[in-house]
């Protein structure tokens, strides 16, 4: 493929390929990498992807991700997979199910947020919720786990808003354990949760997680595309090591999951409905 070009970035592992094809690829995205140009100069997702693939077809993005989120993505290796795919997007074709650790306490099972969303007047960047003036916004949500002080939820984002399930789930009183931007930027320490916890001598606590609690887990297609038919993005060793801990230590127990078999499931990304 080639010499890598020196200052060029490239994640410290290949990015995972859940799925490749003639015209398709499937991956597993990283969190900390754009899947478009940032202010930050740092290559974004395309450009890394194609240099661990090759150059024999060019990479297009069908849809995005959010930066600090991690999860499965589909790109197209053609115009007419672009095309198709993107335009499924559009009408609400595609299912996508997000993996959501929120601040509790919780206190429904399921919940639809519908509220409008807009850009905030004071920062660009930030979005807000805007029953007005805002574009029609609809997530719906459903509780995997009751861990008490937190809560492991199943998001489904019927629109695809900039950070979306981040806004609306904030709105309802569920923002996500870790959002720099929406909420806290504390990290999860097993200290939190765990009553007989004693730090190592002279070490101090590394944390169980410490970047943005959310995950694209799950993406559903169409029949008509002959394609398989769902793509899950196992969750990293961060994301997996809280939901561990959690599930073990938490007043409820083994009872924390409304389904005993979600968390087997979530640990090994078997397709198994959540």
């Known amino acids: 493929m080639g010499l890598r070009p020196t200052g060029f970035f490239m994640p410290k592992n290949d990015i995972e390929i859940i799925y490749q094809d003639s015209d398709l690829v499937v991956i597993n995205k990283p969190t900390g990498i754009s899947t478009t140009a940032d202010r930050t100069g740092e290559p974004d997702l395309v450009p890394v992807l194609q240099r661990q693939l090759g150059t024999e077809f060019r990479l297009r993005l069908i849809h995005r991700l959010d930066k600090s989120a991690s999860g499965v993505m589909l790109l197209a290796k053609n115009l007419t997979t672009q095309s198709r795919l993107s335009s499924m997007f559009e009408k609400r074709l595609v299912k996508k199910t997000y993996l959501a650790l929120v601040a509790g306490p919780i206190r429904a099972r399921t919940g639809t947020i519908d509220t409008p969303l807009s850009h905030s007047r004071k920062n660009s960047q930030v979005m807000r919720t805007d029953p007005k003036r805002g574009k029609p916004a609809v997530t719906h949500w459903r509780l995997l786990a009751d861990f008490g002080a937190m809560a492991l939820l199943a998001a489904e984002p019927v629109t695809g808003r900039t950070h979306q399930i981040r806004v609306h789930l904030k709105s309802i009183g569920l923002p996500l354990a870790i959002d720099p931007l929406y909420g806290s930027t504390r990290p999860i320490m097993l200290s939190d949760f765990k009553p007989d916890y004693r730090p190592k001598r002279d070490k101090s606590e590394t944390p169980l997680i410490d970047r943005l609690s959310l995950h694209a887990y799950q993406i559903g297609l169409p029949p008509d595309l002959d394609k398989p038919a769902i793509f899950i993005a196992r969750i990293d060793k961060k994301f997996a090591a809280v939901?561990?801990?959690?599930?073990?230590?938490?007043?409820?127990?083994?009872?924390?999951?409304l389904n005993p078999d979600h968390l087997s499931a979530i640990l090994t990304a078997q397709k198994t409905a959540l």
């Open 243 to 257: 939901v561990k801990a959690l599930a073990k230590y938490n007043p409820k127990g083994p009872d924390a999951f």
